[in-house]
Structures are given as structure tokens and as C-alpha cells.
């Protein structure tokens, strides 16, 4: 009978458990390394039928309007403007010589200025009843391409809202039984440039006519704004998806 | 710390790591507040098949053409832009379908007609564009001095199938045709054609269209003052309400059982309902010194819409017919809300109304939101609309084009048309079964 050597008190517990836990969290890293890899490969959005979808506007550049006054009928915004070739390199500036500063006016005692004179004026000149330039509901810091009397949510995702809407159409044959309950998904993939990489229908709503409709206005709103920095890599990556209702 | 056990926390913590970042979450942006565009619809020219026919392919193709440019889901193409033969078939094997997408028509309607002794008889047939199939086909047959019904007959049809709801164009409005000093009424088709005369002589004002859609209450100043009156064409009135200093402003309930009306007594003018022939008279408001009018049923048959100046201005209120007393009020925006007239879907109520610029324009309010929308705007005065009995268009008087004149409309304010009717100044139309 051999002596056994003596265990001691603050020595760890053998864990006969130990010897499994390293291989197993291997293979299992290696099973959703693979998965991931998958997923990267098809690049397709993972969609969570959960989450709620957010809403995005872009305010109008406009005044806002009292909300004691009847409503005007708003109006479209202007078309997007082409986007400007880049900037030629400024010349080498050449500094020009001084000139003295011009005298200050000094108005006469009772002289008005032509501002003030209009003013007066104003109340009984005909011309000043002639048709007053529409009163757009907005905001003084929104956007000329923007469509809602309010903002919402990001900005470029307002953009971008606003730009697929402008080319938002569907057939006014869809019965209204019908259209509460139209729902389609479109998937979405932008650059860094704007450029429209891919998309597709990723939920039918059941009905063709509207199926054919968002996925047109989302092919005729390409290409889009440059996604700011925040969002080049989410977008170009994960895509984005646009659930459009009626 | 074992170096396996440590091993295995730093590659549980790498795998959840991994975890989160393979669930980060693709943003879902919803998009809504489509643009509905009118479906492309090409109508070549009704064809006669028999040589009688011939009297009647134009006031029909005319008829049928209107009602098709009014619905607001149709844009009907110019005939001037069609590429395919005249001489082209009535079925689809005999039609170049690729011809009528050239010219970006969605769907295709070919009709013919025909005579058949004292009868017409029609034959219309309905193609997809896209998909070369004829998805309808429809035979009707009227007497032959009725064309127009043939065409509203066909029109209804058409709008059945692509909303799966009743057209608008088998209905009737009556108006008021001014004459000088005087104002007739008159009741004709939907689109103000084959007008009959009512009542002629006098001061008539405030039509509404008979629950039977052939005869027509109103209000009448022949007696002296303004008392209500029923009258089918042809026949004589038959005194509705006479009491009181002024009775105007009549109005059918859904069911065509009950009329509201304007009573003016004393101080005040309230709302009274009583039966369809004027009996068992009852007021429904009781406010001294104020007035109260123009009232327009809720489609369920429960509530009225009024015009009151409990507030100092003339403003749309809603009464419960079950608690009179507590009238809601509907409009806050504005200080002159008139002449409301109720969808008969239930959800708005179209009225006229005076902006900060003293033009009068039709706007409609939802009832629960309080949400108002304006439909009319720069185009003269626009007022007194009246929703058709489908909800869908708008029928209003107009000074656009410098006389009062009778236009329709969609319930959201497009697809403004004049009513292709006789010259002369017309309004305050009314529009009914």
C-alpha cells in the first residue's frame, strides 16, 4: 500500500470539469466564426420584426405660421439642385492698395431715407397690394428640399425620406380596404458616395401595383447625399430598410 | 486563477462581444404620405354598330368621358396620342396591347353600341395593358333617348371594380339657377345634364335632393317669408314647414325619415328635427339670442353638424340628437366656418370658410382629430360644397372663372372640374341619391 501525498487546505479544488470548457468555447467560437462569415458574405439585413420603425422628417425652409390662421394649401418644394462641379483652386490673392473710407451720410433734419419713406408710403401704394410671395410653412433654419412643416429624427434620414417620397407614387385604384393594411419593405445599401449599391423587396405587402411603386420610387430617388460619417458604415454594410405605408 | 479557467472567461467574453456586434440592428425607416396618382386609362372612341347607333356615340362618349375624368383614380389619356388603328378589334387577341403601352396606358375600355328597336344597347369591355387580358365585360341596355344613363351606367361599373365600391355618377344634384332676380330650382343628373325644372317662379333657395332622388326640399319665399317645401318635377310643392319667421335650410337624415331644419322664433333660430313630412317637430338647440343653422347629418343618423354664433362667430359645432345640450365644438381656426356638409364616410366634414384675406374656400376638418385641410385656394371664391353619397368628390360653387358656376372635385381637393353644364350662374347645389 502506497503512502498518498497530503492535500493541502488552500490548494484548489481539481475541477474535473476544466479539460471540456476550453475545447468546447473553441468550437463554439468557431461555429458563429462561420455564421458570421456567412452573414458578411450575403450581406443581407438582419431584420428584428419588433422593432419599431423610426420616422424621419426634414423641415421646409419657410416661416413658420400662426396656428390661429386657416391652413394654406403648401407647396411643393423646389426640385434637387445638380450637384456643382468641384471648386477651382483659388488664384494667389494679391493684396490691393488701400483706399480711403468713404465719407458717412449725414441725413438733413426731417429727411427720410428711402426705406423709411417706402414704409409710409407702402400703406397707400398700389403696388404694394400686389400679390404677396407664398407663405411656406417651415422653419427659418430647414431645408429647401424638405417637405414637412416640422423636423424629426436624423437629418439624413430626413434627406433621405424626403428624397424617396418626392418620387412616392401609387395607383389611386387601390381600393382604401386595402390600403390600411399595405405594407412593404424595401432593403437598401448606399456607399459612402450616395450611390445606391443594392436593394431589394425584403416583405411584400401582397399587392403588386404597390410592390412595383416603392420599388420604383426608391430606383428613381438614387443616387442620394453622401451618408455623413456616423452613418457610412452602417449603411454600406447593414444597409437600411424603408417600410413604406400608403 | 487556473490559466485554463482564465483561458476560457477571455474567449467568453470575445464570443459575447461577437454576439453584439453580429445582432447590431438594421434601422427600419418608415416612409408614408404616398403620392396617388390617377391610373392611365386609355377610352378610344365609341363605336356604333348599327347605323341608329350613330345618333347616340356622341352625347354618350361624352357622358362616359366625364365621369371617367371626375372620378380622381382615372387620368384619361388623349385620344390625340394614341398610336394603335382605329379599324383595331373588341377582343384582346385583336388588339395590340404593346401599341396602348407606347402611350402609357395601364388599362384599355372599348365600347360599343348599338340599337335594338326602341332600346340602346351598350356592349363595354375592360383590358389590362400589362397583361393583354380583358379583365371585364359588361352589356347594359336603355332606352334609346337615355344615352347618358348608358354612360353613368358604364362609368359605375368601371369604378366598382377598381375600388370595389359604388360610383358616384347614377346620383343627382339639385341647384339653384339664377334668373334675374329670381332663383329656380332644378334637379338633373350628377354631372348637372338632363336638368328638369322643380320650382320656377319666385325666391328659391336651399335644395335638397328627395331621399327617392326625384324630388327635392327647399326653401321658398312665395308666401310671403321663408317656409320649407317638397316638390317633385312637374307636380305642385307640398308645404313641409311653415311656422315661426323663417323656416330654411332643410336637410334629409341618412334614412330619408327625418328632416333638420333652421327655425327662426323670438330672439333666436335653433335646429328642430321632425318626421320626412314636416310632423312631430322637435328642437334639438335652445339658445336665446344666437343663431343656429345649416344643419348637415352625421351618416349614422345620431348627430348633426351646425353653424352656431354661441362663440360671438359663426362655427361649426356637433350635437348628439340623444344629448342636444352638449354641442361639441369643431372649429377654432378662423372666425366665419359655414354651410358644413357631412361625408357620408363619417370621418369630415367639408364647409366654407373666410381667411385673413376675406376670400371665401372650402376646407374639411376631421371630426375626432380637429385636423383642418384646405382643398381650395387663388381661385375666386369657392363655397357651399356637397359630398357626393359615395364621400369620394365634392360638388361647390365656384367665381373662378367670374360667374357662380358649379364645379366637383375629390374629397382631398383635386382634379377640379366645372360641370359641363348650360350657360348661366349657378349654385348652391345639393347632392343626393
Not at chain 1, 40 to 60: E, G, H, S
Not at chain 2, 49 to 61: I, M
Not at chain 2, 121 to 126: A, I, S, V
Not at chain 2, 179 to 193: A, F, M, P, T, Y
Request: net charge neutral; no cysteine.
Amino acid at each position: 500500500m502506497s503512502a498518498s501525498a497530503p492535500t493541502s487546505l488552500l490548494a484548489a479544488p481539481p475541477q474535473p470539469l476544466g479539460r471540456f470548457l476550453v475545447p468546447s468555447v473553441l468550437v463554439h467560437a468557431v461555429l458563429l466564426g462561420l455564421v458570421l462569415g456567412y452573414g458578411a458574405l450575403t450581406a443581407r439585413p438582419m431584420l428584428d420584426v419588433d422593432q419599431k420603425p423610426i420616422r424621419a422628417t426634414l423641415v421646409r425652409l419657410g416661416t413658420p405660421r400662426d396656428e390661429k390662421l386657416l391652413p394654406r394649401i403648401e407647396e411643393l418644394p423646389p426640385p434637387p439642385k445638380e450637384q456643382a462641379p468641384p471648386p477651382a483652386p483659388a488664384p494667389a490673392v494679391v493684396p490691393s492698395p488701400p483706399t480711403a473710407p468713404e465719407p458717412a451720410k449725414t441725413k438733413a433734419p426731417g429727411e427720410k431715407t428711402g426705406d423709411e419713406r417706402q414704409k409710409l408710403l407702402g400703406a397707400f401704394d398700389k403696388m404694394s397690394k400686389a400679390k404677396r410671395p407664398p407663405q411656406t410653412s417651415g422653419a427659418l433654419d430647414g431645408d429647401p428640399s424638405g417637405d414637412s412643416a416640422e423636423a424629426e429624427g436624423e437629418r439624413y434620414y430626413g434627406q433621405l425620406s424626403a428624397q424617396v417620397k418626392r418620387f412616392y407614387d401609387v395607383s389611386e385604384t387601390i381600393p382604401d380596404q386595402d390600403r390600411v393594411h399595405l405594407v412593404a419593405q424595401v432593403a437598401l445599401f448606399i456607399d459612402p458616395t450616395g450611390q445606391l449599391a443594392r436593394f431589394r423587396l425584403a416583405k411584400s405587402s401582397g399587392n403588386d401595383l404597390f410592390d412595383s411603386a416603392v420599388l420604383a420610387a426608391v430606383k428613381r430617388a438614387a443616387p442620394f447625399a453622401p451618408p455623413p460619417d456616423h452613418l457610412r458604415t452602417p449603411l454600406q454594410k447593414y444597409g437600411i430598410v424603408l417600410q413604406f405605408r400608403p | 486563477m487556473l490559466p485554463t479557467t482564465r483561458l476560457a472567461r477571455s474567449l467568453l467574453l470575445v464570443l459575447a462581444t461577437l454576439a453584439a456586434r453580429a445582432h447590431a440592428q438594421t434601422q427600419v425607416l418608415e416612409i408614408s404620405g404616398a403620392n396617388f396618382r390617377p391610373l392611365p386609362l386609355a377610352i378610344p372612341a365609341t363605336q356604333a354598330l348599327t347605323e341608329e347607333a350613330r345618333a347616340s356615340v356622341g352625347v354618350f362618349d361624352e357622358a362616359f368621358v366625364f365621369d371617367a375624368s371626375s372620378a380622381g383614380i382615372f387620368q384619361v389619356l388623349d385620344r390625340k396620342s394614341f398610336l394603335a388603328d382605329a379599324r383595331e378589334g373588341f377582343t384582346a387577341p385583336s388588339i395590340t396591347f404593346s401599341r396602348w403601352a407606347d402611350v402609357g396606358a395601364d388599362a384599355l375600355v372599348k365600347v360599343q353600341l348599338a340599337v335594338d328597336g326602341a332600346s340602346l344597347r351598350g356592349e363595354m369591355r375592360l383590358f389590362s395593358v400589362a397583361s393583354g387580358k380583358e379583365d371585364l365585360r359588361l352589356v347594359h341596355v336603355v332606352p334609346l333617348t337615355e344615352p347618358r344613363r348608358l354612360a353613368h351606367f358604364f362609368a359605375d361599373a368601371l369604378y366598382r371594380f377598381f375600388t370595389h365600391e359604388p360610383g358616384p355618377f347614377q346620383t343627382h344634384i339639385a341647384f339653384i339657377h339664377r334668373v334675374g332676380k329670381g332663383r329656380e330650382i332644378w334637379l338633373s343628373g350628377w354631372d348637372g345634364r338632363d336638368a328638369v325644372v322643380v320650382a320656377k317662379e319666385g325666391l328659391n333657395v336651399l335644395p335638397a335632393v328627395g331621399p327617392d332622388g326625384n324630388s327635392v326640399a327647399y326653401t321658398s319665399y312665395r308666401s310671403g317669408k321663408p317656409d320649407i317645401y317638397r316638390q317633385r318635377p312637374g307636380a305642385p310643392p307640398t308645404l313641409l314647414v311653415s311656422a315661426g319667421q323663417m323656416a330654411t335650410g332643410v336637410a334629409y337624415s341618412p334614412d330619408g325619415k327625418r328632416i333638420a331644419y333652421s327655425l327662426a322664433q323670438g330672439d333666436g333660430t335653433n335646429i328642430y328635427v321632425a318626421n320626412a313630412d314636416g310632423s312631430g317637430a322637435r328642437a334639438v338647440t335652445d339658445t336665446t339670442y344666437f343663431i343656429n343653422s345649416s344643419p348637415s347629418w352625421a351618416p349614422d343618423g345620431k348627430r348633426l353638424a351646425i353653424v352656431s354664433t354661441r362663440a360671438g362667430s359663426p362655427q361649426l359645432y356637433v350635437l348628439s340628437l340623444d344629448n342636444p345640450t352638449d354641442a361639441r365644438r369643431l372649429t377654432f381656426q378662423g372666425n366665419y366656418n359655414q354651410t358644413p356638409s357631412w361625408s357620408p364616410r363619417g370621418d369630415l366634414i367639408a364647409f366654407t370658410a373666410r381667411d385673413e384675406r376675406n376670400a371665401f374656400d372650402l376646407f374639411t376638418i376631421n371630426v375626432d382629430t380637429g385636423k383642418v385641410t384646405r382643398l381650395t385656394q387663388d381661385q375666386g371664391n369657392n363655397a357651399e360644397p356637397s359630398f357626393s353619397p359615395n364621400g369620394r368628390l365634392i360638388v361647390f360653387t365656384s367665381t373662378r372663372n367670374g360667374i357662380p358656376q358649379l364645379f366637383v372635385m375629390t374629397a382631398n381637393g383635386q382634379n377640379q372640374h366645372p360641370l359641363p353644364m348650360e350657360r348661366g350662374e349657378f349654385d348652391t347645389a345639393d347632392w343626393g341619391p
